[in-house]
């Protein structure tokens, strides 16, 4: 089973709507909740972080985690097609310092 | 504030030959990472460096290796190269255990 799960997409949304990410994981210890955008070619950006359950807000972005369902998504409020590229989902646990990524979502934003 | 460093951009190699791949991190950063990303592999975890010390390593075999120098500087150093090492290699700092700075990243190519 994989560690860190999410849709593969492509998502695709208009523009000017909301596009929500989701990701799932397996380890119940984890403790640091990581969304990182990757457009073709480049590396990832850090985009949000969140350690809490519930929400955390950031400009037009919205990260949410409930550790009891062992789930975080990323809202994504009035897209634009600048935001069209690939949303990785990252989970850290208490130890190791390493990241567990999930293979991505591919995200669409149509003018 | 600079961001991570890496060099080379790009390095073609020959299948046997020796790889060695450079990162230098934030200023004030004290972790440096090590993760590929191969096609199709979603990112993985490869090395953690903190305080010149090798933290964690990623289920990789031991011809990946590498070192932190007394600057925070990184270098990867990947023997024996194999055609599925071909990749990109991404190299991350932090503060501590904190969020993770992705640098630009060394395209290996392995022929």
């Known amino acids: 089973q994989k560690e860190v799960e999410q849709n593969s997409g492509p998502l695709s949304v208009p523009e000017g709507a909301i596009a929500s990410l989701n990701c799932t994981y397996s380890d119940r210890v984890s403790q640091s909740f990581f969304w990182y955008r990757q457009y073709s070619g480049k590396s990832p950006e850090l985009i949000m972080s969140?350690?809490?359950?519930g929400d955390k807000e950031d400009g037009r972005f919205t990260a949410q985690l409930n550790k009891a369902s062992q789930y975080v998504s990323l809202l994504i409020r009035d897209s634009q097609p600048s935001d069209s590229a690939t949303y990785l989902c990252?989970?850290?646990?208490?130890?190791?310092?390493?990241?567990?990524f999930g293979q991505g979502t591919e995200l669409s934003v149509k003018p | 504030e600079a961001g991570v460093t890496q060099s080379p951009t790009h390095l073609i190699k020959t299948r046997g030959q020796q790889a060695t791949l450079r990162c230098s991190p934030i200023s004030g950063h004290t972790s440096v990472y090590w993760y590929q990303q191969a096609l199709g592999l979603g990112l993985q975890f490869l090395l953690w460096y903190d305080e010149g010390e090798e933290r964690n390593r990623g289920n990789f075999p031991p011809r990946f290796s590498g070192r932190q120098f007394p600057n925070y500087s990184s270098e990867l150093n990947v023997n024996a190269l194999e055609l599925e090492d071909s990749a990109l290699y991404l190299c991350a700092s932090s503060r501590s255990s904190y969020e993770q700075y992705f640098g630009p990243g060394t395209r290996l190519t392995v022929t």
């Open positions: 990252a989970v850290r646990y208490n130890q190791g310092g390493k990241l567990i």
């Open positions: 969140i350690y809490s359950n």
